[in-house]
T-cell receptor, first 113, second 113 residues
Framework: KQEVTQIPAALSVPEGENLVLNCSFT??????LQWFRQDPGKGLTSLLL?????REQTSGRLNASLDKSSGRSTLYIAASQPGDSATYLC????????????FGKGMKLTVNP | GAGVSQSPRYKVAKRGQDVALRCDPI?????LFWYQQALGQGPEFLTY????????KSGLPSDRFFAERPEGSVSTLKIQRTQQEDSAVYLC???????????FGSGTRLTVV
């Protein structure tokens, strides 16, 4: 059974820091991995999607890497801003069956001005 | 439509009452998913449809939960005889292709009192 872990559960940093958010998964046979952002009381916004054949994806100040063999992904946020404050969730689709996403519990990020 | 629409936005139900939650996916999206998100947790998979076919319902917690998508577009998640542990945010997502980016709705917050 696929399990996704995000550590730490929460992080508070001053504005301007470069951040690294970690995600690990137990079954390396994944179809793809996605990073989402969730603001309080809102749904999920997709940030980056990495296919299993890819090593990284970039969008603006965000960069996500994937090391399938070791079961890890990293989301890098450059020059953090207070507007980046949210919960960040990592999710994978495992190969060979259902399209369902398996999520981690998320990491709550607070960027202080 | 422009996004995934869910209604109602909030629902308070008395224990034992039946509820119906609606999801209107992006027009043309083949796949539709339901997730349950408890407070402080990541979303947990409930069920998914490809067009009108329910391909995976392994996440439905009990036979009180029932989902349908009769014409391959709008979907309804029905919970019979609600219990306090059913209190959560119910998220709907749709996707145009297997493993493609998922678009989530804002969710329905269900509170059972």
């Amino acid at each position: 059974k696929q399990e996704v872990t995000q550590i730490p559960a929460a992080l508070s940093v001053p504005e301007g820091e470069n951040l690294v958010l970690n995600c690990s998964f137990t079954d390396s046979a994944i179809y793809n991995l996605q990073w989402f952002r969730q603001d309080p009381g809102k749904g999920l916004t997709s940030l980056l999607l990495i296919q299993s054949s890819q090593r990284e994806q970039t969008s603006g100040r965000l960069n996500a890497s994937l090391d399938k063999s070791s079961g890890r992904s990293t989301l890098y946020i450059a020059a953090s801003q207070p507007g980046d404050s949210a919960t960040y969730l990592c999710a994978v689709i495992t190969q060979g069956g259902s399209e369902k996403l398996v999520f981690g519990k998320g990491m709550k990020l607070t960027v202080n001005p | 439509g422009a996004g995934v629409s869910q209604s109602p936005r909030y629902k308070v139900a008395k224990r034992g009452q039946d509820v119906a939650l609606r999801c209107d996916p992006i027009s043309g999206h083949v796949s539709l998913f339901w997730y349950q998100q408890a407070l402080g947790q990541g979303p947990e998979f409930l069920t998914y449809f490809q067009n009108e076919a329910q391909l995976d319902k392994s996440g439905l917690p009990s036979d009180r939960f029932f989902a349908e998508r009769p014409e391959g577009s709008v979907s309804t998640l029905k919970i019979q005889r609600t219990q306090q542990e059913d209190s959560a945010v119910y998220l709907c997502a749709s996707s145009s292709v297997r493993g493609g980016g998922y678009t989530f709705g804002s969710g329905t917050r269900l509170t059972v009192v």
